[in-house]
């Protein structure tokens, strides 16, 4: 089993310097990297075709997996018998993602993401609205990405009401109620993007109905590619949301199943940004080198986190650009950086060609 | 009845199990029935029982019965 020293999930989420934190990742992930080449074949197998070597090896250096073969394998660094859970995507367009992991693994997932998600939220739960149906997370059989999602922020939240019923139909009753009862209070409203959008926020906007919370804040998730055929931006949706329910703080964030846990969270500036235990590259997608600030290619993902699975390096199909490292107005140390949606599908090379 | 018996109630009502298998090894995702679904539903029965309110911190750390016991020692339930 990876040990972790007792001090790392101790560090400020978003008050460690570049210097210290790109040490910290170069030292974990390599150790890392050493762990997976022992205990997952394939990762091996990868690594040896490769003729990779990883002494001397700095975070960057690493190979990223594609993440696409989460798709097409079954990786893991552990015996079967100590599997705790299975993660799997959404799957939209296609075959789903699976994630392995084991008990320690979970939990650890789950600390950091309160961790991460506290320095947003503070401590204190608040009464939550869930734009889903409670029918999304009783679904047996794995963990869909969007009941982890719904599952995982709700440690947040208290008096838990479903804003959809079991056809994912706006249960206006329901919503009515849970906003009468709190209007004044700091509310919390979680949802993925597009269903929040189109189930929620056009639903009463077609009922003609607005509301007037007084101190409410909106995380939200999932990917913009439904809203772009839309034409909905990031600052459409928080206008639209505000016209529609008050007083609300509007936070998009990025993450994927593949690095469950870790959540890039949208400041009060409008990008994303790196927690302490996860960093982003940012990759040209004609020959993968590490692209400079401002540069638009592959997000490359890493993150301390991934024990059980060889997910410490993944190289998504996201488009991305980071804008910056430790210097962003609000104030949070680390990388900032924003999405530019997902390469289309042509462009994608194949898993082999990452190790090339 | 006591408070220890209330808190054994409670973990016997919100996760389903049976009352000899509530002792201090009792663990979160150990038991099969202990998930973090029947969790939140442990942590609502848990309230409304002692009425108190519990933080994101106390919902990490209760990870066992065991753990449980010192997490509501702090809120002044005494087991």
Known sequence: MFEYSSELFNLPVYGLAKAEKQAMLDRVLVQLSHHHYQHCNQYKNLTDCSHFDFSDKKAQDLLPLAARLFKDFSLSSIESDAEFRQMRSSGTSGQASKIILDAESAKRQSKVLVKILQAWLGKQRRPMLLIDSASTVKTAGGMSARAAGLQGLSFFGRNHCYALNDDMQLDLDKVSEFFNQFSQQPILIFGFTFIVWQQFIQALAKKGLKFNLDNAILIHGGGWKKMQQEAVDDELFKQTIRAQLGNVSVHDYYGMVEQTGTIYMQCEHGYLHTPVWSDILIRNSDDLSVASFGEIGLIQVNSVLASSYPGHCILTEDLGQIIGEDDCQCGRLGKYFKVHGRVPKAQVRGCSDTFA | ?79
């Open chain 2, 1 to 79: 009845m006591s408070q220890l018996e209330q808190l054994k109630n409670a973990f016997v009502t919100a996760l389903g199990v049976e009352e000899y298998e509530v002792k201090d090894e009792l663990a979160y995702s150990e038991h099969v029935k202990w998930d973090s679904t029947a969790h939140m539903v442990l942590i609502a029965e848990l309230e409304s029982e002692f009425e108190i309110m519990l933080d994101t911190d106390d919902i990490i750390d209760m990870s066992s019965f065991a753990k449980a016991k010192e997490i509501l020692a702090k809120y002044e339930v005494r087991i």
